[in-house]
């Protein structure tokens, strides 16, 4: 059973900090990994993905991955009150087609 | 930028009748899936099509549910009996290659069934 585990929150952090998000992983074949973000009632909407061992930055955002604790992470700096919404690790092998195991998700409040 | 496409937003509908969402996949893309999302709880995997038939299906995708290619462009997913415990956010999703690439997911179908 491939198991994706976030903390479900919520994660509070004041306006203009770093928010950090956790996520593991159960399967060991694992080797794609994708962050969404999901606004209330909205569809996950992509932010970054990662394949590689150790970090990998687009703008604010920085996905940190370390396969060998079976660990993905993901960095938020200079929170915003727009990104408060709940983000969710998807994990897939790249084998085939299979499908992304999506873990519950964070559900993240930024305070203005 | 191209996007998945997905009728109706809401549909409600009595318990035992047969309902049809549809999906237009990014017109490029190979791979496409069924998502559903029960409020609250956490985006679960039903199905995936390629090449006109399905590759994978979970535990969720029984006998009462199928899927259709119809033509080039629709992607459909079918509940022939719907039981209350279907409501939930169902949401398609299509990408181009199958090797790691991320999901792009529709704006996704509101189920509700009484």
């Known amino acids: 059973q491939k198991e994706v585990e976030q903390n479900s929150g919520p994660l509070s952090v004041p306006e203009g900090a770093i928010a950090s998000l956790n996520c593991t992983y159960s399967?060991?074949?694992?080797?794609?990994f994708f962050w969404y973000r999901q606004y209330s009632g909205k569809s996950p909407e992509l932010i970054m993905f990662i394949y590689s061992n150790g970090d990998k930055e687009d703008g604010r955002f920085t996905a940190q991955l370390n396969k060998a604790s079976q660990y993905v992470s993901l960095l938020i700096r200079d929170s915003q009150p727009s990104d408060s919404a709940t983000y969710l690790c998807?994990?897939?092998?790249?084998?085939?087609?299979?499908?992304?195991?999506f873990g519950k998700g964070t559900r993240l409040s930024v305070i203005a | 930028e191209p996007e998945v496409t997905q009728t109706p937003s809401h549909q409600v509908t009595q318990m035992g009748q047969e309902v049809i969402l549809r999906c237009v996949p990014i017109?490029?893309?190979?791979?496409f899936y069924w998502y559903r999302q029960i409020l609250g709880q956490k985006v679960e995997f039903l199905v995936s099509?390629?090449?006109?038939?399905?590759?994978?299906k979970s535990e969720i995708f029984d006998d009462q549910f199928s899927v259709e290619r119809p033509d080039g462009s629709n992607f459909t997913l079918k509940i022939r009996s719907t039981k209350l415990e279907d409501s939930a956010m169902y949401f398609c999703?299509?990408?181009?290659?199958?090797?790691?690439?991320?999901?792009?997911f529709g704006n996704g179908t509101r189920l509700t069934v009484t």
């Open positions: 017109s490029n893309h190979l791979y």
């Open positions: 998807a994990v897939t092998l790249n084998s085939g087609n299979t499908p992304l195991v």
């Open positions: 099509f390629y090449n006109n038939e399905i590759s994978e």
């Open positions: 999703a299509s990408r181009p290659f199958s090797t790691g690439s991320p999901l792009h």
């Open positions: 399967d060991r074949g694992s080797q794609s």
